[in-house]
């Protein structure tokens, strides 16, 4: 999975808790993309971030902040977790962050809140 | 609103086959056009990928039919083996659209022995 590490791997949470996921990579790269995975929406993106205290919104951001205060590992934040974010998330990262540039994705956190 | 649709979203073909998987997008920024392979409880992978100036890419039993005028494109998995039984995302990015992939819907395929 390229230098991508995700914790937890598995979390359950009750609605209105804060949930905090980490993505660590051990590549140095630029770019860090974090994605959620749901049955017949492939992957979306959340936010993205272009350098350390760098970040943009993604097609889904309501709901989630990122913070990148070092540049191997980039925190997706729910501040007050509801059913609907019940998914799969995965960190991607980039070394260039170009069109043709490959994303790595690592390997994800399933996150069920009840 | 997605904009990049996949087609099916799920089959099933017998090992020798071919598996064909179609994608079609709206964005005309689009430039880069990659195709992703997940195995269950992984992340995806890149498999392989296309820019339109190219009509066809091939590696390995892998092909991309790329058709710029439809804003179409398609993977052809030749000679379909059980170890190719996976989820295949298309996607699609361009500079225009902030480098941000934007993906299918996903196609489930089994080979079957």
């Known amino acids: 999975d390229a230098g991508i590490t995700q914790s937890p791997r598995h979390k359950v949470t009750e609605t209105g808790t804060p949930v905090t996921l980490r993505c660590h990579q051990t590549?140095?790269?630029?770019?860090m993309y974090w994605y959620r995975q749901d049955p017949g929406h492939g992957l979306r993106l959340i936010h993205y971030s272009y350098g350390v205290k760098d970040t943009d919104k993604g097609e889904v951001s309501d709901g989630y902040s990122v913070s990148r205060s070092k540049t191997e590992d980039f925190l997706l934040t729910l501040e007050s977790a509801t059913s609907s974010q019940t998914s799969v998330y995965f960190c991607?990262?980039?070394?260039?962050?170009?069109?043709?540039?490959?994303?790595?994705f690592g390997p994800g956190t399933r996150l069920t809140v009840l | 609103q997605q904009q990049v649709k996949q087609s099916p979203q799920s089959l099933i073909v017998q090992k020798g086959g071919i598996s064909i998987i179609n994608c079609a997008y709206e964005n005309t920024a689009f430039d880069y056009f990659p195709w992703y392979q997940q195995f269950p409880g992984k992340g995806p992978a890149l498999l392989i990928a296309?820019?339109?100036?190219?009509s066809e890419k091939k590696e390995g039993r892998f092909t991309i039919s790329f058709n710029k005028s439809a804003k179409q494109f398609s993977l052809h998995i030749m000679d379909s083996q059980p170890g190719d039984s996976a989820t295949y995302f298309c996607?699609?990015?361009?500079?225009?659209?902030?480098?941000?992939?934007?993906f299918g819907g996903g196609t489930r395929v089994l080979v079957k022995p």
């Open positions: 996607a699609a990015r361009g500079e225009a659209a902030g480098n941000k992939l934007t």
């Open positions: 590549e140095n790269h630029r770019y």
């Open positions: 991607a990262i980039s070394l260039a962050g170009t069109s043709t540039d490959t994303q790595y």
């Open positions: 296309i820019r339109p100036d190219v």
